[in-house]
């Protein structure tokens, strides 16, 4: 029995032993499982994160440009509208002799300032430039005369042709005569 007994001894201990690697390379191979799961679930979790970024992203460029829109909409229309304020200013400069010529003068003064009131609703201003400081963002220079009392250097001495601004954006700089 004692030879029984050390027999069944044995095949324990190798049953165990070679059980042992097996336990090893399972145990690896799950850690290895785990790891590379944990990577996966880490870039997925990188990839998320940057996708919201990027989603944030576009809704603030996106907000950013309805801004933009809303604010200088106009810009294309103010821009075709311009000349035809300056082509009334011009009418409303001629001289008339006779009742006629005032009437139409008068309707076109009232044209005038229907159109002066729709630009100003929409923040298309005129620039003021008359006797002002020479600002190369908002005017042009054209010529140049000599400075005297009246006009000192670096002022605006003649407004040729106005400019106009929609909110904080020249659309036409004003054409001036500066005094040097």
């Known amino acids: 029995m004692s030879k029984k007994k050390a027999e069944d001894k044995q095949p324990i201990i190798k049953d ?6 097996k336990s090893d390379s399972k145990v690896n191979a799950l850690s290895a499982k785990i790891a590379e799961l944990q ?4 870039d997925s979790q990188n990839d998320y994160l940057r996708a919201q970024a ?15 829109l809303a604010k200088y909409g106009a810009q294309r229309l103010a821009k075709e509208v311009v000349p035809v304020m300056d082509d009334l200013k011009r009418a409303l400069q001629v001289q008339v002799d006779n009742d006629s010529g005032q009437q139409l003068k008068t309707g076109i003064e009232m044209v005038y300032k229907h159109l002066e009131k729709a630009l100003n609703d929409n923040d298309i201003k005129e620039i003021d430039a008359d006797g ?7 005017h042009q220079a054209v010529q140049t005369v000599p400075a005297d009392d009246d006009h000192p250097a670096d002022t605006v001495v003649q407004v040729l042709q106005s400019g106009y601004k929609l909110a904080d954006r020249v ?10």
Do not use: G, H
Not at 54 to 68: L, V
């Open 54 to 68: 990027e989603i944030q992203n576009m809704q603030k460029r996106s907000q950013k440009e309805q801004s933009a």
């Open 132 to 138: 002002v400081a020479f600002d190369p963002e908002l």
């Open 171 to 180: 659309l036409r700089p004003a054409m001036v005569v500066v005094a040097q």
């Open 39 to 42: 990577q996966q679930l880490d």
């Open 16 to 21: 165990e032993a070679v059980e042992e690697p």
